[in-house]
C-alpha cells in the first residue's frame, strides 16, 4: 500500500478557522467591518499577504465581503433569516403572529435554560445593560413608544442566546432578530389597552428571568421563559377576541341601517 504525501497546511487555512469561528460565535456580527488589515494582521501575528489570502477564501464563500476602498465587512446576509417582503406578510397575519409565539416559546425557554448553565460574568454584565435598557423603556411609558420598546425586547432576548453558548440557537434569534422585534411593536399597544396590568406583569416577568440567569438556575430560567410567551399568547388571544367581536357588532349594526 502506497503513501501520498502529507499536505502542508497553509497558514492562511488557520486565519480562515479564527475567522470562521468569531463568526459563528457572534465575535463577528453581519454587516460588521473587520479591523484594518494591518491593524488585524497584528492582532493575529501573521503577516498581510497571508491575511489577504483567508480574506479572499471567505468571500469566495459568501462569509465576507470587500468594498473597493471601503474595507471588509462580515456579509449582511448573515443576519437575516426573513426577507423584508416576508416580514411584512409575517407582521400582518394572526395566524402568523400566533406561530411566532408557538415557536419562540420553545426556542427562548432553551436559551434562557443554557445560558444559566453557561453565562460567563462578560455575558452576566451583557445580560444586565440589556435588561437594564430594557427596564427603563418600560419605566419611561412614553406614548407611541412601542418602537423602542420592541428593540430593547428583541436586545434582550438576543443577549440571552449569546449567554447560550450555543451558535445554532443564537443565530437562529439573530435572523429572527427583526421578526421579533416587528412582533413587539405590532402587539404591545393592544396589549396594554386590554389589560392594565401588562406593562408592570412585563416588567416582573423579564427580571425574573434575568435574575434566574444569572444565578444559575436553568429549569426556572425556562420556566419562567414558558410562563412569559404563555402570558403574551393569552393576552393577545383576548385581544383578537375582542376584534372580532367588534368587528361582528359593526357588521350588525351595518345590516340593521341598511
Known amino acids: 500500500m502506497g503513501f501520498g504525501p502529507v499536505r502542508q497546511r497553509r497558514l492562511s487555512d488557520d486565519i480562515v478557522e479564527r475567522l470562521e469561528a468569531m463568526i459563528l460565535e457572534g465575535s463577528l456580527k453581519a454587516g460588521e467591518r473587520l479591523p484594518a488589515e494591518r491593524v488585524l494582521a497584528e492582532q493575529f501575528g501573521v503577516s498581510r499577504p497571508s491575511l489577504r489570502e483567508a480574506i479572499q477564501k471567505l468571500a469566495a464563500r459568501g462569509l465576507l465581503v470587500s468594498r473597493q476602498g471601503g474595507g471588509t465587512f462580515v456579509a449582511e446576509t448573515l443576519g437575516s433569516t426573513f426577507s423584508d417582503p416576508l416580514l411584512h406578510l409575517l407582521e400582518n397575519s394572526v395566524e402568523a403572529q400566533r406561530d411566532l409565539l408557538e415557536f419562540r416559546h420553545t426556542l427562548e425557554g432553551a436559551c434562557a435554560f443554557y445560558a444559566a448553565q453557561r453565562a460567563t460574568p462578560v455575558d452576566h454584565t451583557r445580560l444586565r445593560e440589556a435588561f437594564e435598557e430594557l427596564q427603563r423603556c418600560y419605566a ?5 413608544g412601542g418602537a423602542e420598546e420592541g428593540l430593547a425586547d428583541a436586545r434582550f432576548h438576543l443577549a440571552i442566546a449569546e449567554a447560550s453558548h ?9 435572523g429572527l432578530f427583526d421578526l421579533l422585534k416587528r412582533n413587539v411593536v405590532t402587539n404591545i399597544g393592544g396589549m396594554y389597552a386590554q389589560r392594565t396590568e401588562t406593562r408592570d406583569m412585563l416588567m416582573r416577568q423579564h427580571q425574573e428571568l434575568f435574575e434566574a440567569i444569572v444565578a444559575g438556575r436553568a429549569e426556572e430560567a425556562r420556566a419562567i421563559s414558558n410562563r412569559h410567551i404563555h402570558y403574551v399568547q393569552e393576552v393577545l ?19 340593521q341601517e341598511g
Open 140 to 144: 419611561a411609558s412614553v406614548p407611541g
Open 237 to 255: 388571544s383576548e385581544v383578537q377576541q375582542e376584534v372580532r367581536r367588534e368587528a361582528r357588532s359593526r357588521r350588525r349594526q351595518s345590516v
Open 166 to 174: 450555543n451558535a445554532v440557537l443564537l443565530h437562529t434569534i439573530k
